[in-house]
């Protein structure tokens, strides 16, 4: 009478439920996992945000000089360092690309953001003033396989958009966090009097970094979001950067449910068919025991005992097998490209919920209706 006899008895049958919920559940968790770097890939190309704060034009080539001087004069303002922002396309597996920021900077100020952000020259040197040369993180580099020496840009790499000249990479920095929730810093530097004379470059807008002092950081950017930011000038903080980032993640996984949902409520109605067609040839069975004394109740019971077996050992055997996809693209895929898959996000194991759920939801709901109509004293004198 226990729920799982019939399908130790019955293996075949077993198997093909058993394989055909393992293959949804591996079909819904993997795309998940594999396409969460690609959200997650817009907060580590925003890291830097912890230690400053971005103040930028909307129009024009330059913040207004009386909010330059507001910030020059305010107690929770430790330095202001004027930028050039570049974009240098880095790969997202499995395939998007997306642009991460490289910033012009003078040559106290490139040295002062590499130790503000807690980097160290591992090969190579800083730029030099007035050259076409660029320091890239660790990170960036790998993403791109790129080496002391190599060139980006145009027209060496067509897809640098953002970078229309040759830029030589002079330099490696690596960074050992000082935070365990700190992510890896993506981040690169490039000298501010070079693009400033270069006629591709001149005419960028140049955007201010608001390093706080020590301990002001949440104050100095409240100051900033409710003093500074306007209809011509705007203003970048990590954690309204990181709200909503956070909302469009939710927008996203919202979206990621409801075609998830369709899924389940298609492959439950077609499992739940299999299923159906298989305990209709049990009717004999059911008829037995109801006239021995079992209940309705016990018998629905005792099927979404064995629909629950079943289901559960598709679940641990779908995630087995993701599990063990994920730790083969973590290794060859996404970590030479500077990227790391979060195996213990919970939003795409949740996600695989709602298929076993309504699985053993209409089984049961089935097999109930199908004992309702069930005659035993019939199925007893048929044998």
């Known amino acids: 009478l226990a729920s799982w006899t019939f399908y130790l008895r019955h293996r075949r049958r077993g198997l093909a439920l058993a394989v055909t919920m393992a293959l949804m559940i591996l079909g819904v968790a993997f795309p998940a996992f594999l396409f969460a770097p690609m959200i997650d890939a817009n907060q580590l190309f925003y890291e830097y945000l912890r230690y400053v704060s971005e103040v930028s034009p909307r129009m024009g080539g330059s913040v207004d000089p009386g909010v330059t001087a507001q910030l020059g004069t305010h107690p929770d303002v430790a330095r202001v360092i004027p930028a050039i922002r570049l974009g240098l396309m880095v790969e997202v597996p499995p395939v ?9 900077a003078s040559e106290d100020d490139i040295q002062y953001l590499v130790n503000l952000y807690g980097m160290q020259l591992e090969e190579g040197r800083l730029p030099r003033p007035r050259s076409n040369e660029i320091v890239l993180s ?66 960028r807008p140049v955007s201010l970094f608001v390093v ?18 306007s209809e011509q000038t705007r203003v ?35 499992l739940a068919i299999l299923s159906y067609t298989f305990f209709a040839q049990r009717r004999e069975e059911f008829g037995i025991l109801h006239a021995m004394g079992h209940s309705r109740r ?26 063990a996809g ?17 195996f213990f996000n919970p939003a795409p194991w949740l996600f695989t919920l709602p298929l076993p759920l309504a699985v053993v939801a209409v089984s049961g709901g089935l097999v109930a209706w199908m004992l309702a109509r069930l005659d035993p004293v019939s199925i007893i004198e048929r044998r």
């Open 236 to 270: 970048r903080t990590y954690d309204t950067l990181m709200s909503g980032l956070r909302q469009d993640t939710w927008i996203l996984l919202l979206a990621f449910a409801v075609v998830e949902s369709v899924i389940a409520i298609v492959a439950a109605i077609a």
């Open 298 to 323: 016990w018998l629905v019971l005792r099927t979404v005992g064995e629909a629950v077996s079943v289901v559960a050992v598709a679940w641990l055997v779908g995630a087995a097998v993701c599990a």
């Open 212 to 229: 706080p002092t020590e301990g002001h950081k949440s104050r100095l950017d409240g100051w900033l979001e409710e003093n500074i930011a």
């Open 326 to 342: 994920l730790v083969y693209m973590q290794a060859n895929v996404y970590a030479p490209k500077g990227l790391t898959l979060d």
């Open 96 to 104: 998007n690309r997306i642009t991460t920021g490289i910033h012009g």
């Open 138 to 203: 660790k990170a960036i580099a790998m993403n791109r396989g790129l080496r002391v020496g190599d060139k980006v840009g145009r027209p060496v790499y067509g897809d640098d958009i953002d970078i229309p000249t040759e830029m030589v990479v002079v330099g490696i920095l690596s960074r050992f966090p000082r935070d365990p929730n700190e992510n890896d810093l993506w981040a690169g530097l490039a000298s501010s009097e070079y693009l400033r004379s270069h006629e591709f470059y001149s005419s």
